[in-house]
């Protein structure tokens, strides 16, 4: 099971974003809750945003009303709309999920990083 990120670049501030997470393996039976997460420079890495199978959402505060999550169980993807950027939201952009594969329990995947950086 991988989980693939992407979409991550350089804007300036009040631009827009959209990141996209991908869950791919041939033994993925069931892909559970996914979420975004970021981490600064010199800070702990946060939740940016949780998404639940049945698609309900939850967002940290200081994204509320600028970002927004969705997904497609499908195509077993994730993606994070993220609007009127400002410089402070700056970082590397993990997505993570809870997958079940074929006759095992549900495990916690992490995908790499996606940078991004809002200039002023």
């Known amino acids: 099971v991988q989980l693939q990120a992407c979409g991550g670049g350089f804007v300036q501030a009040g631009g827009s974003l959209k990141l996209s997470c991908a869950a791919s393996g041939t033994m993925i039976s069931i892909v559970g809750t996914m979420r975004w997460y970021r981490q600064a420079p010199g800070k702990q890495r946060e939740s940016v945003a949780t998404?639940?199978?049945?698609?309900?959402?939850n967002y940290a505060d200081s994204v509320k009303g600028r970002f927004t999550i969705s997904r497609d169980n499908t195509n077993n993807t994730m993606s994070l709309q993220m609007n009127s950027l400002e410089v402070e939201v700056t970082a590397v952009y993990y997505c993570?999920?809870?997958?079940?594969?074929?006759?095992?329990?549900?495990?916690?995947?992490w995908g790499r990083g996606t940078q991004v950086t809002v200039s002023s």
């Open positions: 998404i639940s199978a049945s698609g309900a959402t």
């Open positions: 993570n999920a809870d997958i079940a594969t074929s006759g095992s329990r549900v495990s916690n995947y």
